[in-house]
T-cell receptor, first 111, second 114 residues
Framework: EDQVTQSPEALRLQEGESSSLNCSYT??????LFWYRQDPGKGPEFLFT???AGEEKEKERLKATLTKKESFLHITAPKPEDSATYLC????????????FGRGTSLIVHP | DTAVSQTPKYLVTQMGNDKSIKCEQN?????MYWYKQDSKKFLKIMFS???????INETVPNRFSPKSPDKAHLNLHINSLELGDSAVYFC?????????????FGPGTRLLVL
């Protein structure tokens, strides 16, 4: 059975304190790995898609990386507005396109 | 110009009632989904429709019945509401092509069953 595990469950940072969120996955064959950001009271908002080990993508203070077993979302010099829940999802080859979601990491950045 | 919209945003109702949630997308996508998000933020797939046809039906009570009148709309009807149905329900859409599977989510419908 496909599994997606995110850690830590919650993370508190001071403004400017860089850190990383982890998404480890166990799937039969990875088609794609997705990162989403979800603000309170809103739907998940797409950030990145990664398809192969070694791939990296960046957007402002966020950088996503992918290996054969896990993905990291690196947050450099975070600001309070980066506070949100970050969700990871994977879709597998040979099956439907429907991703399996992890339980998310709740990030709070204090000013 | 909202990409995926849902109505209503909030729904408070009594146990045993029947209610519907509507979803519309203007992205031209062929596939639409309903997800349930519990209090711990876990997103669980309920249904998926591709071009008006049901393709995924997870283990959801048959009190939940999705309907897709056309590929831009996916509605969710819930009969005999129970306390455990309280959650946030998200609609999403995507294009089922390699490299285009990114899902776009609606703002959610917060259902509270009393």
């Amino acid at each position: 059975e496909d599994q997606v595990t995110q850690s830590p469950e919650a993370l508190r940072l001071q403004e400017g304190e860089s850190s990383s969120l982890n998404c480890s996955y166990t799937v039969s064959g990875l088609r794609g790995l997705f990162w989403y950001r979800q603000d309170p009271g809103k739907g998940p908002e797409f950030l990145f898609t990664l398809y192969s080990a070694g791939e990296e993508k960046e957007k402002e203070r966020l950088k996503a990386t992918l290996t054969k077993k896990e993905s990291f979302l690196h947050i450099t010099a975070p600001k309070p507005e980066d506070s949100a829940t970050y969700l990871c999802a994977v879709s597998t080859s040979g099956g439907s396109y429907i991703p399996t979601f992890g339980r998310g990491t709740s990030l709070i950045v204090h000013p | 110009d909202t990409a995926v919209s849902q109505t209503p945003k909030y729904l408070v109702t009594q146990m045993g009632n029947d209610k519907s949630i509507k979803c519309e997308q203007n992205l031209g996508h062929d596939t639409m989904y309903w997800y349930k998000q519990d209090s711990k933020k876990f997103l669980k797939i309920m249904f998926s429709y591709n071009n008006k046809e049901l393709i995924i039906n997870e283990t959801v009570p048959n009190r939940f019945s999705p309907k897709s009148p056309d590929k831009a709309h996916l509605n969710l009807h819930i009969n005999s509401l129970e306390l455990g149905d309280s959650a946030v329900y998200f609609c999403a859409s995507s294009q089922p092509l390699a490299g285009q599977e990114t899902q776009y989510f609606g703002p959610g419908t917060r259902l509270l069953v009393l």
